[in-house]
Nanobody
Framework: QVQLVESGGGLVQAGGSLRLSCIAS????????MAWYRQVPGKQRELVAV???????NYADSVKGRFTISRDNAINAIDLQMNSLRPEDTAVYYC???????????????WGQGTQVTVSS
């Protein structure tokens, strides 16, 4: 069974920083895109940042210049460095991977369990 294990959420004051980490465990094959999403109650889950296997990144406009996604292909892990945090960044953050599981050649979406980030004003 493949899992994405997240860590690093918490409570921080506005203007502060947090670093989220996510690592894949289990029988996982090739991984294409990995990403961070976030969701607040009553709203759709939104893409925060994505990184391809080749290292190309893309960010939501709301986090450009403040957040940085990085990836380690050797261990199928990504981090999200979040600086200059704002109260509107408060959400549950989810790790995502598009990956082959076990011996399958099919790519499937995998989600982490989510980690809470709370930014106080």
């Amino acid at each position: 069974q493949v899992q994405l294990v997240e860590s690093g959420g918490g409570l921080v004051q506005a203007g502060g920083s947090l670093r989220l980490s996510c690592i894949a465990s289990g029988s996982i094959g090739r991984v294409n895109n990995m990403a961070w999403y976030r969701q607040v109650p009553g709203k759709q889950r939104e893409l925060v940042a994505v990184v391809t296997r080749g290292g190309i990144t893309n960010y939501a406009d709301s986090v450009k210049g403040r957040f940085t996604i990085s990836r380690d292909n050797a261990i199928n892990a990504i981090d999200l460095q979040m600086n200059s945090l704002r109260p509107e960044d408060t959400a549950v953050y989810y790790c995502y991977a598009d990956a082959q599981m076990g011996d399958s050649s099919i790519y499937s979406p995998i989600w982490g369990q989510g980690t809470q980030v709370t930014v106080s004003s």
